[in-house]
């Protein structure tokens, strides 16, 4: 009962077949089609229904209606102007979003920019310098570039030299500590400006140990206090102040790189 | 579907009016074909106080495969004379069909039909279609 019921479907779609194959969008009608495509019978119902088709469209159509039926728009749509694009809420929300992450990258982009090894340290120590009292340090009143002796004799430390540039400088204290990740720090401060100075070690590589340089002065900021940094023998040393480049620029005799 | 170019033309415009007045006043329906069967039932209206066709048998031939080129030799408004001339909705059917612009779900949809309905209609059109082809062009025996 099944089969016959199946067959006078396939049958029945076979009779509404389209002639023109593009229309086949049906998926039963496809597979009826696809099985008697080759059958004498549907090939000459497909050609009658051609030609019947074909001679359907010659029917004249009246002026008038011939009309509506031609190839130009009967509605002109609104063109989109930029006014009204840029009004758009959807337009608007998601060029307020890339305006928004263009500014954060652009602003991460400049901050890595400014970035050398030793930087973060660098910017953790300027907070220090904010946060420190005189009391804190141990009143040493001398010239800075003694004070490397001093490092060496009493803590061992090699290299923390203090440059040419601050050496002259009169301190009022100085101190050594260690930081969270336990490196040797030396702070001093100076008379002058009420300047902190900091020596530490430089960045090293992480797989081969080797000391990572950078040439010259490098700046950097953090909440209102600036530094100058430079690196020599393993150790960098920083300058730091409170106010603005401009402020270190004079003390620093090389020119800012 | 009336064999009459100014009736249809007046069924056509009014369609069109009734259309663009239910649009302005927003209560054009959310059926796609609601145009078409509109349109079709205007077409049966105007055709209701028209002469009908007397049920009689028509002859029916089995589709030649030389039907086209019997086909080729036929006025176009004569087909379109005949196709109005069939009582619907056998007309509907062959007319919706043959504008090759609707697929036979959209026909059965516009025309209220069941796919065996459309199916007898079609299949019995092109016979008598091809019975009223040997009458008026009989086709020259092959040599």
């Keep these: 009962m099944k089969t016959l019921r199946l067959l006078r479907r396939r049958r029945a779609l076979l009779n509404c077949a389209p002639f023109n194959h593009d229309q086949l969008a049906d998926r039963s009608m496809r597979s009826a089609v696809s099985r008697a495509d080759s059958s004498d019978e549907f090939v000459n119902q497909q050609n009658f229904d051609r030609a019947v088709a074909a001679l359907v469209r010659l029917v004249p159509i009246p002026a008038e209606s011939a009309e509506w039926f031609s190839e130009q728009d009967l509605v002109v749509g609104s063109k989109w102007t930029w006014k009204k694009m840029v009004r758009n809420p959807a337009v608007l929300a998601i060029s307020i979003a890339v305006v928004v992450i263009a500014g954060v990258s652009v602003f991460q982009l400049l901050g890595r920019l400014n970035d050398f090894p030793g930087s973060a340290t660098a910017r953790k120590l300027l907070a220090v310098a904010a946060s420190t009292r005189p009391v804190m340090l141990d009143p040493v009143s001398a010239e800075a570039g003694t004070l490397s002796d001093l490092f060496f004799m009493k803590h061992g430390l090699e290299h923390y030299d203090v440059p040419d540039e601050f050496a002259d400088f009169r301190t009022i204290g100085c101190r050594v500590f260690d930081d969270e990740e336990s490196r040797r720090i030396a702070q001093i401060w100076l008379a002058e400006k009420r300047m902190q100075l900091f020596l530490f070690p430089a960045e090293r590589n992480m797989k081969t140990g080797a000391v990572l340089h950078f040439p010259g002065w490098r700046y950097v900021h953090q909440e209102g206090w600036v530094g100058a940094v430079t690196e020599h023998s393993g150790v960098c040393f920083m300058a730091a102040v409170r106010g603005r480049e401009k402020d270190l620029e004079q003390y620093i005799a090389t020119p800012k790189e | ?143």
């Design chain 2, 1 to 143: 579907m009336l064999g009459d170019s100014r009736k249809a033309q007046e069924v056509f415009h009014t369609t069109l009016r009734e259309a663009a007045l239910r649009a302005a006043e927003g209560e054009l329906p959310k059926e796609p074909f609601w145009l078409f069967h509109d349109a079709r039932w205007r077409c049966l209206e105007a055709t209701k106080t028209d002469l009908q066709p007397e049920s009689f048998e028509i002859d029916e031939h089995e589709i030649d495969p030389g039907a086209a080129s019997q086909i080729e030799q036929l006025d176009p408004a004569q087909l379109a004379i005949w196709i109005s001339a069939a009582p619907d909705p056998q007309r509907t059917a062959l007319a919706l069909f043959y504008l090759d612009e609707f697929d036979y779900t959209e026909i059965l949809e516009i025309a209220e039909l069941k796919l065996t309905t459309l199916s007898r209609c079609l299949a019995k059109g092109r016979r008598q279609l091809q019975a009223w082809l040997d009458a008026k062009h009989p086709e020259q025996p092959k040599l």
